[in-house]
Structures are given as structure tokens and as C-alpha cells.
DNA sequence: CTGAAAGCGCTTACAG
DNA sequence: CTGAAAGCGCTTACAG
């Protein structure tokens, strides 16, 4: 009844039982050759008994290869990770991977990741060094990029969205719709690639529309909540004049909003708030958010996708550029 | 220049490199005895110039050990997800492992996760199955639940929070402070014990303040902002009158918000909404959120630790509940 | 269709 | 302080 309670059966105990050879276990386990329906039967039988699972170690030793991917983060936190998260999980699991889950939050970053610990690695924006990505492309070894473009000279895949095209409609749309003319762009972090294409897009609206780029409506906010509202807070403060705001993402609009609210400044009639990336959260905010989509969990699907077309040194794209969407609701003034 | 393109370096060859046996580099990068500082001198320049990295899994193999935790879930979603998952990692990293994450969306629950392949298991709530959670305890495989009570034959250390007492103190305002009485509570997804013990915390505060129970107002809301609405529209419908609305937690709470005002009822003036966890987005939504602040990130880092005491053999609570403290916003009516 | 044997890359008694 | 050897639990040519 009680099964092995101490040592786990190996393969040897499974093969005594059934009388074959563990070579055969092997080769039901895996079907990796024929076995004589018979043989199949016993050995599936001896599996069952002992409750066999294989020693995932061990298999990693003689195959070489780990059925883990390694996920490399700055931090972890934010409405955009859930489901990132969750479309890198879907499609994995799919293919046969685990995921092992690196966050570098102040931690140096090491090399130590990868090489023989996962058998292929996403890297979010900003958590891997330029010199960590050339080691790990001298030595051959899969990465794909997440809103990160690699080093001319290491052209592993990548995988973003379209972050430039997607911020100017939404500032069109400010503009034409709503005849807004000072908005004020709320960069997120440095080491997010996305966010200077999203102040292009910003910037080629403006332009288009004749209306000049000032300095002062250009500010640093962040990717989250507190930071963006305090650089509000301050704008504030600091006297600037704005009708409208358009944060690094739907946190960083959340916490535009309230900052606003608490300035008492009405959203969207005193101050239309955009955001991008349509985080799950954000049609639930006050007032809804009028954002940018980004196909989050395909995001996730896509490097994956990309990661294991490397693993199998199939032909894969350089560059995945995933469609945005204008989502209008409230927040712009809208009804 | 160019390290071992190929295969990368193994122990044996930094033995030849440096001139001793495969057993004195061991013993250097395990600190595992004592080795001449000279001897010591010479493997580790062998290794910096092989730039050698033990192969895990050989060492898993013969140490039977992995040095990974496994995180079984659900889903990957919600505000409370990220600030739980960090503060497993960092606790995790601080003890020296990786996590491995198993969503369980949509699968058939398998006793395959953990065993070899994992030290030890996280399990959140509804992630897994009792007969499970049996096997584990019979083969004596470390594991600690998240929100969720280990079956009794099975005592298995828990973490969660103080929710009986938050949910108390929370409706305990609302009456006392705001003079409400039809108080709805939304129950969170079944799967879920922190919700059943949050109703009891309603149901004792309205006891305590003479009102009786209505289980009209007592609906299944789940854990996330769509179903919260939907219910929340669902009940206005049916023409049940209520003044304020108990969400099953912080995530429900956006989505009741965001439902009453397109239902043009106003939040707090014309029906209070409040909370549960203080999830980070919370403070920022409109109007922000009362709520009860559950330490999330220490819940996390509190299992890592008595997952590792088990781990190691040593003494470990049975049980442990964090604390849990009213957080006074706007929502409730409160300026 | 099946088995004997070598080997994956480490660690650890056991000797010295 | 150090080395030779066995062993962790699998897989896979190689034979038959």
C-alpha cells in the first residue's frame, strides 16, 4: 500500500520486476523504439506498482538538456506581469518546458544563469547587460529578447510591440478629438526600450499636428503608480500648465489619476489620462482608461514560440513587432 | 579569447588545467575540507580561465537535491500575484534557490510536479487536490499551502492571514462610522478558505450590530474585477437595494467601482465599496480603496522559510496567520 | 525486439 | 592535504 516511503524506484527496481533490462524501461518511457506489446504491458504494470517517476537529474545528465526555461527579470511587479507571465507559462508548458523564474532585483548580474541550469532564456527589458548577452552568444546558447533589441552583433530574436505607431494614434486622437494641445509625456525607466519609441510617436504627432515640443511637458515617471504621481505632484507644484497626460503605462496612468484627483483637478474634464499597454485592470479604473493595447500574453507566447525555434536550430525571425490597438474609453473625455 | 565555444568545460578539465585530481576542485568550490592555499590558488585560476560552471544536474544527481522550489498555482493573475511571487523569490534567493513555477490552468493536477524535481512545494490555494497533498505527506516530500488548511491527517505548515478579524473590523466601520446597514458581501471563488473566513468576520460584525443576515446579499463575486461587475450588475437588476459593498477582495473591489458608476451610483456617496489584501494598485483607484492590508509579500517569504526549516529537518510552526490592518481611504465615505 | 556496457559530470567515503 | 574509485539514475550506440 504505502509506496517506498524513503527511496523513490528507480528504473533498475522497475526493471527487475518487470524482468527486462532498464534499457527497455527507457524505451517504453520515452518511445524511442519498439517494444513487443507484451514487454509494454509488464513494464507499464512494474511503473505502476513501484509508482516510477525518473529522475529528471539524471535524464538531464545523459540528454544534456534541462525541459526548463528561464525567465530573467528585473523586478516583479506591476498589472503588465500577470499576464506576461501567463502567456510565457501557457506556451511552454505546451512544448514540454518548465519555467524557472530569475528576478535580479539588486542582485549583480551573473552569467551563472542559463548555460547548462535552463536549456534557453527570455530576458525582460533592462535585466540583462550587453556584455552578458555577447557570452551568452559566443557559447551558442538561446535567448530572445523581451522590448529589448540585442547588440548589432549578437542579432538574437526579440520580440515588442508597436510601441511608436500605437502612441501616435492615441495622441492624434487627443489632439483631433479632443483639441488638446498641452500633454505632457511621462517617460517610464531608462531601460525600457518601449518607452523612447513611444515618446517618437509622441513627439511625430506633435509635430504633425504643428504644435511645438516643449521640454518642460517631458518628464520622468516611471512604470509604476507612486513614481508617476509624483512626478505629477510636482508638475503641479512646478506651475506648468497641461490639458492632458499620457503616461509611460496604465500603472503609471493610475497614479496620474489619482495624483489629479488629490490636486483636485477633474479627469477627464480639467486633464484627459492616456496610458498604453490596456492591463487588465485598466477598463476598471475611474475614469475607464482610454490606452493602447499590447497583446500582453502573446508577448509571452511569441518568445516562447522563438525560444524553442532556437532550441531546435530551426530558421526563426529576427524581430517580432506585435500589433497595437487605440482602445478609447472615458479617460480622454470620451463618453 | 574565445572560451570552449562548444562543449563547455567540466571538472576533469580543470583538474588536468590545474594539475590535480577532479576531488581537490570539488573540494575548492565547495568549501567541503581544507585545501592548500597554493593548490587553492592554482584551481581557481584554472577555473577563471576555462570559465567553469558546475553542471547542476551532475550534482543533483549525486546530492539527490535540486535546490529549487516549486510555486504550484492556479493562475497567474491579479494584483496580489506579483507582490506574492517576490517576496517568494527574494526570500527563496536569500536561502539559496530557484523557483520553479506550475500554473495548473485548465490541467489535470499531477502528482508529477515536485518529487525529484523540486526540493520542496509552495501550493496556493486551490492548487491542489487532498489525495495529492496525501502522497506528498506519505513520501514525506516538504510542503507548505498558502491559504489553505492541509487536510487533518496531513499537517502540513500554513500561511495565511488574519482574515476573520480584518473582515470584522471592516464592516464594524462601515456601520459604526457610516451608519450602513445593507451590506453585500461578495464571496470570492470557492477554492478559496480566506473568503469563507472573511464571511464569517461579516457575519459576526453585522451580529454584533444587531442586523440581521440577508442572503440576498450574500453573493459569489470571485477574485477578479469581470465577475465582481458582472454580479454587481446582476444585483442591481434583480432590484436589491444595498449601501455598501463588501468585495471579496481588492481586485473584486475595481470591478464593483467600475460597475456602480456605470450604473450611475456613486462611490462612496451613494453605495460604499470596500475591500481585502491593500494590493498596491488599491491606493490609486477612484476613489481609493479602504481595504484590509494583508502583508503579501510577507506571506511569501514566510512560507520560503518554513518550507526550508522542513527542508533541513528542523522544528517548524503548524500555523502560521499574519496580521491583518484596517486601511481607512475614500471608498467607505471617509475624507 | 532486447540486453550489456559505457558514459553523462559531478561528490564523497576511503586511503594514504 | 590530496587522489583513485565508486556511484548517483538515467540513455544510447552496439550487438545479437
Redesign the interface.
Known sequence: M????RR?ATIIEVAKLANVSPATISRVLNRTAVVAPETEQRVREAITELGF?P????R??VLNR?N?IGVLLQ?????F???M??GI??EA?EAGY??????Q?N?KPS??FG???VDGLITFAGSIQETDIRRYF???FPVVLLHQTPPQDCPYPFVTVENKLGAEKLIDHLIEVHGLQRIVYLQGPESHEDSRWRERGYREALEAHQIAFDSQLLIRGGF??EEA?SAIQKLIQDGVGFDAVFAGDD?AA??V??AL?QAGRRVPDDVAVVGFDDV??S??????LTTVRAPIEQIGRTAVQLLVKQMLNQPCENKVLLPTELVIRHSCGCK
Open positions: 504505502n509506496p517506498q516511503k523513490p517517476i529522475h529528471p537529474a539524471a538531464q545528465l534541462t526548463l523586478e516583479i511587479s506591476g498589472a506581469f500577470p499576464p507571465l501567463r507559462e501557457a508548458r518548465n519555467l524557472l523564474i530569475y528576478s532585483q542582485e552569467f551563472q548555460e547548462h541550469s559566443e557559447r551558442e509604476d503608480e504621481a500603472d493610475a497614479g489619476i489619482a484627483n487588465p485592470i477598463r476598471f479604473i475611474t475614469p475607464p
